[in-house]
T-cell receptor, first 112, second 115 residues
Framework: DAKTTQPPSMDCAEGRAANLPCNHS???????VYWYRQIHSQGPQYIIH???NNETNEMASLIITEDRKSSTLILPHATLRDTAVYYC?????????????FGTGTRLQVTL | DSGVTQTPKHLITATGQRVTLRCSPR?????VYWYQQSLDQGLQFLIH???????AKGNILERFSAQQFPDLHSELNLSSLELGDSALYFC??????????????FGSGTRLTVV
């Protein structure tokens, strides 16, 4: 699985959009971009994933650059409950042997 | 409630002892993954089972073993425990699909403290 690079920490004011970047310059054509988050010692929570098109769900939007070498997770209106560590992961999306490899992630602090 | 059940939630035991952590995957999920999260190590993949068969191994110590039973629940056995084994142990499950799967669903974890 390709390696990802994320900033170690970010701050965001409550109510504003949180834009979390991820670099995955060595991504392969069959690798998907996944985002998870972990709120203080809870189990990681799936947020969103995509291959090459931008994706949106009830939690967030995922913007993937045309060359697929980077992506941005957008939380449109961050709340205090969004304070967590956010993990960007790339992996082959099919096959039962494919595992998720977590890096160090970005610690997002949402403040009043 | 994610649908993945891990028991016990907390476990305190002495060095040298053996413990068993249990995981029940979401209904219909065939894959179970085990992860270890220590304070200084982040989330480390240990092992993956699919429908009762071991499919992938990560940095799992020889003192650790796992299995997945016919009813798809899984157990992680940790033996000859050392202080450094103190960690959160997470189980996750996923369902195989013909296309990309929709990621893992994690349980709330078992916090193991070795004293």
């Amino acid at each position: 699985d390709a390696k990802t690079t994320q900033p170690p920490s970010m701050d965001c004011a409550e109510g504003r959009a949180a834009n979390l970047p991820c670099n995955h310059s060595t991504i392969s054509g069959n690798e998907y971009v996944y985002w998870y988050r972990q709120i203080h010692s809870q189990g990681p929570q799936y947020i969103i994933h995509g291959l090459k098109n931008n994706e949106t769900n009830e939690m967030a939007s995922l913007i993937i650059t045309e060359d697929r070498k980077s992506s941005t997770l957008i939380l449109p209106h961050a709340t205090l409950r969004d304070t967590a560590v956010y993990y960007c992961i790339v992996r082959v999306g099919t096959g039962t042997a494919s595992k998720l490899t977590f890096g160090t992630g970005t610690r997002l602090q949402v403040t009043l | 409630d994610s649908g993945v059940t891990q028991t016990p939630k907390h476990l305190i035991t002495a060095t040298g002892q053996r413990v068993t952590l249990r995981c029940s995957p979401r209904s219909g999920d065939l894959s179970v993954y085990w992860y270890q999260q220590s304070l200084d190590q982040g989330l480390q993949f240990l092992i993956h089972y699919y429908n009762g068969e071991e499919r992938a191994k990560g940095n799992i110590l020889e003192r650790f073993s796992a299995q997945q039973f016919p009813d798809l629940h899984s157990e992680l056995n940790l033996s000859s425990l050392e202080l450094g084994d103190s960690a959160l142990y997470f189980c996750a499950s996923s369902v195989r699909s013909g296309r990309a799967d929709y990621g893992y669903t994690f349980g709330s974890g078992t916090r193991l403290t070795v004293v």
